[in-house]
């Protein structure tokens, strides 16, 4: 079996990042060094709590949790409640956690880790805004080199956005660390809702989690049940876009989803194209290409790969 990859996983759960940390935690190929949580979805003080709840759902309470930033590198924090619920994972009732977080700053954790293990052995996972990932590498400069890659679940191109009319919602809380991100120089895979809103969560996918009958399939069915209600009143589809575990999906299966590389750069001065990821698809630009941006998915073959391994759990 090839080697295992390190990953942190950097999230404000939000029912999608939820799946999305299962499916980590229910992978041989993957090794979560650590979670690190980011205001978005919904403030702080809930998505550390919801990255505790989930480690203790998916029974791994020895996951190391770390608190990061509570709010956007410039702007004020944008939450979405009305797409998540006023908890951020409603739907199921988690008990609340005994897991406590670490002590440490996320930011620092995500320094100290770089800089600790081999280079390029260290694969970071963000699923919401790019607030802690942006402060890291503005805050001690040598992790770039030293990253594998960034797998990350933000943008949009040829779909639009989803917070505004160009905007996806986690480059659209922090477009200014999306910035820092994308000009970086670490090597980049990008989830757009291009790709997501192909991944629907139909009725049979999630009747196939509930009738797993464990705690986790349970709790996944309650999950998605709460989180497409919105998304399909929006788009009038069969169900919700799974964003994040694109991102998860993407480490285990490659092979899923295609893309191609591209120049991203991300709207930071325009009110109204704020957040914007303005991807040269075409190469109408000489700017470098920093990004890998996928636009389909297997979304049976995904689907498949989500229950088998969440069964597991």
């Known amino acids: 079996m090839a080697q295992t990859q390190k990953i942190i996983i950097d999230t404000d759960p939000g029912q999608d990042d939820a799946v999305a940390i299962l499916l980590a935690l229910a992978s041989p190929e993957l090794e979560v060094v650590g979670i690190t949580a980011v205001a978005g979805n919904v403030p702080l003080a809930l998505t550390e709590k919801n990255a505790l709840k989930i480690c203790e759902l998916a029974g791994k309470p020895d996951i190391k949790v770390y608190s990061g930033a509570v709010r956007p590198l410039i702007r004020d924090l944008v939450t979405a409640e009305h797409v ?57 400069p040598k992790i770039a080199p030293r990253i594998r890659q960034i797998v990350l679940m933000g943008g949009g191109f040829f779909e639009g956005g989803n917070i505004t009319p160009t905007a996806e919602f986690n480059i659209y809380v922090d477009p200014h660390a999306a910035d820092v991100v994308f000009r970086s120089g670490v090597p980049i895979v990008m989830m757009p809702l291009d790709v997501t809103h192909k991944a629907l969560t139909t009725k049979k996918r999630v009747d196939a989690f509930r009738a797993m009958g464990t705690k986790v399939g349970t709790a996944t069915a309650a999950l998605l049940d709460f989180f497409e209600r919105f998304d399909v009143a929006k788009y009038g589809s069969d169900g919700g876009p799974l964003h994040d575990p694109c991102v998860i999906a993407y480490l285990i299966k490659p092979e899923l ?40 998915i297997d979304h049976d073959g995904f689907f498949a790969l989500l229950t088998e391994r969440l069964a597991t759990l």
Not at 89 to 98: R, Y
Not at 106 to 133: H, Y
Not at 271 to 287: A, H, N, P, Q, S
Request: net charge negative; glycine share 8%; charged share 20%.
């Open 84 to 140: 998540h619920g006023k908890t951020g994972l409603d739907g199921p009732d988690l008990p609340e956690p005994t897991m406590t977080l670490q002590d440490q700053h996320a930011v620092d954790f995500i320094i100290e880790t770089l800089m600790n293990e081999p280079a390029g052995s260290i694969t970071l996972c963000p699923l919401g805004p790019l607030t802690n990932i942006a402060l890291a590498l503005v805050r001690e």
């Open 257 to 296: 989803f295609t893309g191609r590389d591209c120049n991203v750069v991300v709207e930071t001065s325009s009110e109204l194209t704020m957040g914007m990821t303005v991807v040269d698809w075409w190469g109408v630009t000489d700017r470098p290409k920093n990004a890998k941006v996928m636009r389909d």
